[in-house]
Nanobody, 121 residues
Framework: VQLQASGGGLVQAGGSLRLSCAASGRAFASKAVGWFRQAPGKEREFVAAISWSGGSTYYANSVKGRFTISRDNAKNTVYLQMNSLKPEDTAVYYC???????????????WGQGTLVTVSS
């Protein structure tokens, strides 16, 4: 499974962005997918995750109510809709695929290259 994240950019606080994670390989539809982010000088942290079917979703407390994760297995793509963005959301965002839905970095086997989100105040 190869993943490519896109959709990052510069946005003002309160604005919105939608990130996409496009995958190659038929196995993607059977994988859980997570979004993580890493700000300069900080560790990579969990943002959101979705089960292979899309039936279960999980969010970090810091983004709950503002971000929505979804997937379209017919398009081999997972989305992260980010609303009400804050400067503290600034980071490189990574998508990852694994066997189980989790907030733990080490449980994901495949990683995309990351896309930069910058939120200005």
């Amino acid at each position: 499974v190869q993943l490519q994240a896109s959709g990052g950019g510069l946005v003002q606080a309160g604005g919105s962005l939608r990130l996409s994670c496009a995958a190659s390989g038929r196995a993607f539809a059977s994988k859980a997918v997570g979004w993580f982010r890493q700000a300069p000088g900080k560790e990579r942290e969990f943002v959101a995750a979705i089960s292979w079917s899309g039936g279960s979703t999980y969010y970090a407390n810091s983004v709950k109510g503002r971000f929505t994760i979804s997937r379209d297995n017919a398009k081999n793509t997972v989305y992260l809709q980010m609303n009400s963005l804050k400067p503290e959301d600034t980071a490189v965002y990574y998508c990852a695929a694994g066997a189980v839905v989790s907030g733990t970095v080490s449980l994901y086997d495949y990683w995309g290259q990351g896309t930069l989100v910058t939120v200005s105040s």
